[in-house]
């Protein structure tokens, strides 16, 4: 493991794109508890938590049920092609991606419990990676170079953008309103306020030591303090661990903590979903 600044202290779910796994990381560990061929479930990019040992996992096809304490899997709905996330609110699983169910374009399919799909909207575009809700009653999109704010119907509401935004990859509204986004190869975070100005930029490579090696700005998450981890995804490819650090840290103001990497563990970290407080068994 190899650390600069502060040490990190972390549990999460790791998306390696690089070898195609999803795993279960401690960083006080040199093993993964669990770690899961993603050979059949391919192109998993989004995350997130249903329960205290319950995750939601989005990939190409569709999307999986896991519990995190063991890896299993659980439920697989595979019914699609070129899924880029999904989200469940409501009790519904909003399915994103391009081209899905005879629509072309961008696409947000409701699926129920049992897999059927009850409602469906779409809106010109051609590219699309992680979604979530802004609200009760919108969406957030990532749109390659920018972030489209939406109905529930996928009309647009605002946007959100910055200079060096290239396959932004995640939006989160915070509870004061701002929006942070995550830059893709732009390898930087930004603030918007709620009407869409820039508010703020942090985590470029200038203002690191050079051995970070900001590449690609994946996803982040917010820790209970209001700090942010961020994934630094460093290339495509089962040998990219070595480059730069895999796991970023930053105060909620934006100032840099810490890094983590474990090339050993971790060839390209692009999904992260944290788990401290997931229940310990035996």
């Given at each position: ?24 990381i ?28 319950l ?19 659980l439920?697989?709905?595979?019914k699609w092609k070129?899924?880029t ?6 009790g519904v699983?909003?399915v ?6 005879d ?10 419990a049992?897999?059927?799909v ?5 809106r ?5 990676r992680?979604?979530?809700a ?5 969406y957030?999109?990532?749109?390659n170079?920018?972030?489209l704010?939406?109905?529930?119907d ?15 990859w ?14 893709g190869?732009?390898?930087f ?33 917010i820790?209970?303090?209001g700090?942010l ?21 930053f105060?909620?103001?934006g ?6 990497s474990a090339?050993d ?5 692009q999904?992260?979903?944290?788990v401290d ?6």
């Amino acid at each position: 493991m190899i650390q600069i600044g502060n040490p990190i202290q972390a549990r999460f779910l790791a998306i390696d794109e690089g070898r195609q796994r999803l795993s279960l990381i401690d960083t006080a560990r040199t093993t993964a508890f669990w770690s899961l061929d993603l050979a059949d479930l391919p192109l998993a990019r989004s995350m997130q938590r249903l329960g205290p040992d319950l995750a939601l996992v989005g990939y190409d096809r569709g999307f999986f049920e896991l519990e995190i304490s063991t890896g299993t899997v659980l439920k697989t709905v595979a019914k699609w092609k070129q899924v880029t996330a999904v989200w469940r609110q409501d009790g519904v699983t909003l399915v994103t991606g391009t081209d899905l169910e005879d629509a072309a374009g961008v696409v947000v399919l409701g699926v129920d419990a049992d897999g059927a799909v009850v409602s469906r909207a779409r809106r010109d575009g051609d590219y699309v990676r992680l979604m979530q809700a802004g609200s009760s009653d919108s969406y957030l999109l990532c749109t390659n170079d920018h972030i489209l704010e939406t109905t529930t119907d996928l009309q647009a509401l605002r946007r959100f953008q910055a200079e060096g935004f290239l396959h932004a990859w995640k939006a989160q509204r915070m509870a004061d309103g701002t929006t942070l986004v995550s830059a893709g190869y732009g390898a930087f975070i930004a603030r918007f306020a709620a009407d869409g100005a820039l508010l703020q930029t942090f985590g470029r490579a200038t203002e690191l030591p050079a051995e970070i090696a900001p590449f690609f700005y994946a996803t982040f998450q917010i820790r209970a303090d209001g700090s942010l981890l961020v994934a630094n995804w460093q290339g495509h490819g089962p040998d990219q661990g070595g480059k730069g650090r895999q796991l970023l840290e930053f105060t909620a103001e934006g100032q840099f903590v810490g890094s983590w990497s474990a090339p050993d563990l971790i060839s390209s970290l692009q999904g992260l979903l944290l788990v401290d407080d997931l229940p310990r068994r035996g």
